[in-house]
Structure formats: C-alpha cells, structure tokens
C-alpha cells in the first residue's frame, strides 16, 4: 500500500496570498497518478488535478499541479475566500488506491 | 446532468448487514469502473471498493476484504455495496464516485454522489 503524507496539516493564510501544499508518497506513484480534491463541509470532495499537473473540467487556473515520484505539490497562487476547504491527494497508481490524510486550508 | 445518487444507508447493529445502492445518470454507466469511498466522523477520505466498467475485476480495501461486496447491474444504471459482519468501525458517510476515463476502473474520480451515512451501533 503506498501511503500518501500531506503537509501541514494546517494552513493558516489571508485571501490574495498564494498556498503550496505538499503530497509526499511512501513509493513512486506509477505513471504520476496522483489526483487532488477539494472539500468543503458537508459537501462531496471536488476533482481539482488530475494525473498529478493536469486541471479538470471547469478548475480555475489559480490552482496547479506538480511533481513527480513520491514529491507532489498543489498550488493556489491567490486564494479565494471560496478556496477556504480540505484538500486531499489520491493515489490510483496501484490496485489500492489510497488517500492522503488531507490539509485544511483556513483563513488567518 | 451526470449524477450519482446514493441510498441505503441507516443505523444497524454491530454484526448485521446493509446493502447501499448508487443510482447513475447523464452519462453510459456500462462504460466507466466505479468505486465507493467513506470519510468517518470528522475524519479523512478512505478509499473502500472498486469495479471494473463490466464488472469483471472487483478490488478491496484491507479493512473491508471478505466482509464487503461490490457490484453493479448495467442494465439498471446501478452500483451496490454489500456490507456484511458491520463493526462500529464502519460508521461513515459512504460515497460512490465514478472514474473519469472511459473504460478505467483506475482513475481519478471526476463525479461523486452526495453521499449515505451508516451508523453502525446497539
């Protein structure tokens, strides 16, 4: 099982400032099939990336992608009071997928 | 529009069984691997089950293997989970979610249902 680390755990920043969250994976991430998702409270999570840099359907493009490997990294580069969530990584790599334990993104 | 929506849950004895269903629409079902996933109380996502677009190849979860099933009726649109030998453990909202490319059980989850919460209690 590969198992995703997500750091922080907490974010604390102000609307306009830019958030680097990080995804570091136990094993390589085969063919870099590494997702991120947003979730808001009481809400299903939101596909964001997809395929570790590429956005889906209808995702601003503030929010980018990147890594390779076990080292992936999530960028806003100017939050949105509507960027205010959880944000997760997901591996699909492997026959068990697995999740990362999320870094919650809140305002200062 | 594409949609999941998830039924079947409820509060049900350690030991007991429940069966949740996912309804799919706006998109050819037959077409795409399906998973199910479930966030605890306050706590992170897990990954549960996933199946292939026909049905073929079903994959677990540690925590779930040989007490959850996985399945799909194509015909119906349908996804189903199994749950057998329920633990507190299993207390969580459950999600189906749909992989985004056409024919991958693999994927990234581009369309998740609004989810159905299991309380698993006596």
């Known amino acids: 099982e590969i198992v995703l680390t997500q750091s922080p755990a907490t974010l604390s920043l102000s609307p306009g400032e830019r958030a680097t969250l990080s995804c570091g994976a136990s094993?390589?991430?085969?063919?870099?099939?590494l997702a991120w998702y947003q979730q808001k409270p009481g809400l299903a999570p939101r596909l964001l990336i997809y395929?570790?840099?590429s956005r889906a359907t209808g995702i601003p493009d503030r929010f980018s992608g990147s890594g390779s490997g076990t080292d992936f990294t999530l960028t806003i580069s100017r939050l949105e009071p509507e960027d205010f969530a959880v944000y997760y990584c997901?591996?699909?790599?492997?026959?068990?997928?697995?999740f990362g334990q999320g870094t919650k993104v809140e305002i200062k | 529009q594409v949609q999941l929506v998830e039924s079947g849950g409820g509060v049900v004895q350690p030991g007991r069984s429940l069966r949740l269903s996912c309804a799919a629409s706006g998109f050819t079902f037959s077409s795409y691997g399906m998973h199910w996933v479930r966030q605890a109380p306050g706590k992170g996502l897990e990954w549960v089950a996933v199946?292939?677009?026909?049905?073929?190849?079903?994959y677990y979860a540690d925590s779930v293997k040989g007490r959850f099933t996985i399945s799909r009726d194509n015909s119906k649109n349908t996804l189903y989970l199994q749950m057998n030998s329920l633990r507190a453990e299993d207390t969580a909202v459950y999600y189906c979610a749909k992989s985004m490319r056409w024919l991958r059980a693999f994927d990234a989850f581009d369309i998740w249902g609004q989810g159905t919460m299991v309380t698993v209690s006596s």
């Open positions: 997901q591996q699909y790599g492997s026959s068990l997928v697995t």
């Open positions: 395929d570790a840099s």
């Open positions: 094993q390589s991430v085969s063919s870099s099939y």
């Open positions: 199946i292939s677009y026909d049905g073929s190849n079903k």
